[in-house]
């Protein structure tokens, strides 16, 4: 089975701080994502990245910047966290090529910041 | 731009009860879709997926059908178990496009009463 770890399930953060959340997965998947996902809103895609080192924006992308060094880590960073960045974060991976589109979703990580 | 939503966004039925989570899009060429299900505090997980190809496909207690025609589709849920109270999604990626992109409905909350 996939595995999708998230390096915290809860976190408290002040105005400012920055923030790291990892996320890595087992299946040697190229894709991965992250997402936010608020009530009345969904999932919203905030960065993905298809291979080591690379990324593309996605819906999102503000206040939010994304590391992949290696292909089954993928972080996401918040440089300096707003109240506004309050919300659940979810990681995804996804296997490239043949075979479904499902992606594969960690826990997720409940961020607060005040 | 190209949505999917769901016809009801909460659902309550008896224990022992057939369940019925109902999703239209938008795209007459969309060409795959997938149903999560995501319990309180937890990640999304895959359920089960249909290709525009099929009209229906069946996993275990659950089945999927899809009617190309009115642009639908809907999971059902066999003897509904307390177990299978969550939020019901939607998702499917662009047509013809990047399979890695997904576009989430809002969700179903699905409430089984014993």
């Known amino acids: 089975d996939v595995k999708v770890t998230q390096s915290s399930r809860y976190l408290v953060k002040r105005t400012g701080e920055k923030v790291f959340l990892e996320c890595v997965q087992d299946m040697d998947h190229e894709n991965m994502f992250w997402y936010r996902q608020d009530p009345g809103l969904g999932l919203r895609l905030i960065y993905f990245?298809?291979?080591?080192?690379?990324?593309e924006k996605g819906d999102i992308p503000e206040g939010y910047s994304v590391s992949r060094e290696k292909k089954e880590r993928f972080s996401l960073i918040l440089e300096s966290a707003s109240t506004n960045q309050t919300s659940m974060y979810l990681c995804?991976?996804?296997?490239?090529?043949?075979?479904?589109?499902?992606?594969?979703f960690g826990p997720g990580t409940r961020l607060t910041v005040t | 731009g190209e949505s999917v939503g769901l016809h009801l966004p909460t659902l309550s039925v008896q224990e022992g009860d057939n369940s019925i989570i109902n999703c239209a899009y938008s795209n007459s060429a969309s060409d795959y879709f997938i149903w999560y299900k995501q319990e309180s505090g937890k990640g999304p997980q895959f359920i089960i997926d249909i290709r525009s190809n099929m009209d229906k496909r069946q996993g275990q207690r659950v089945t999927v059908l899809l009617n190309k025609t009115v642009k639908h589709l809907s999971l059902q849920i066999a003897a509904t178990q307390p177990g299978d109270s969550a939020v019901y999604f939607c998702?499917?990626?662009?047509?013809?496009?990047?399979?890695?992109?997904?576009?989430f409905g809002k969700g179903t909350l699905l409430t089984v009463n014993p």
């Open positions: 990245s298809y291979d080591v080192k690379m990324k």
């Open positions: 995804a991976s996804q296997g490239a090529g043949t075979g479904g589109d499902e992606q594969y």
């Open positions: 998702a499917e990626p662009p047509p013809g496009g990047s399979n890695y992109k997904l576009t």
